[in-house]
Nanobody, 118 residues
């Protein structure tokens, strides 16, 4: 079955950086688009970024994080990454990786907490 395991979250000061990883298994990883979404306390789930699969690798990033977050993937390791710099308090959320495109994903992991605070 599909398994997605996020790691790399934590507490960071404003302006800091974090690198999230998501290890995938149970499906043909390279053939699928992969997505990061996040949910802040009391707010709706928000799409963050998507990277296409099947050799395409086109990247799409939400306007709220454009220029600060970068999505990448390593198909040899079945892993998708989210590199985050210049973090702001409003980036505080649980971050999930998901199999699929945008909010129309078909599976997601348990999430990793990112807290941006001084």
């Amino acid at each position: 079955q599909v398994q997605l395991v996020e790691s790399g979250g934590g507490l960071v000061q404003p302006g800091g950086s974090l690198n999230l990883s998501c290890a995938a298994s149970g499906f043909d990883f390279k053939s699928y688009s992969m997505t990061w979404v996040r949910q802040a306390p009391g707010k709706d789930l928000e799409w963050v970024s998507t990277i296409k699969g099947d050799g395409g690798r086109e990247e799409y990033v939400a306007r709220t994080v454009k220029g600060r977050f970068t999505i990448a993937r390593d198909d040899a390791k079945n892993t998708v990454f989210l590199r985050m710099i210049s973090l702001k308090a409003e980036d505080t959320a649980v971050y999930y990786c998901a199999k699929g495109v945008g909010l129309n994903y078909v599976a997601r992991g348990q999430g990793t907490q990112v807290t941006v605070a001084s």
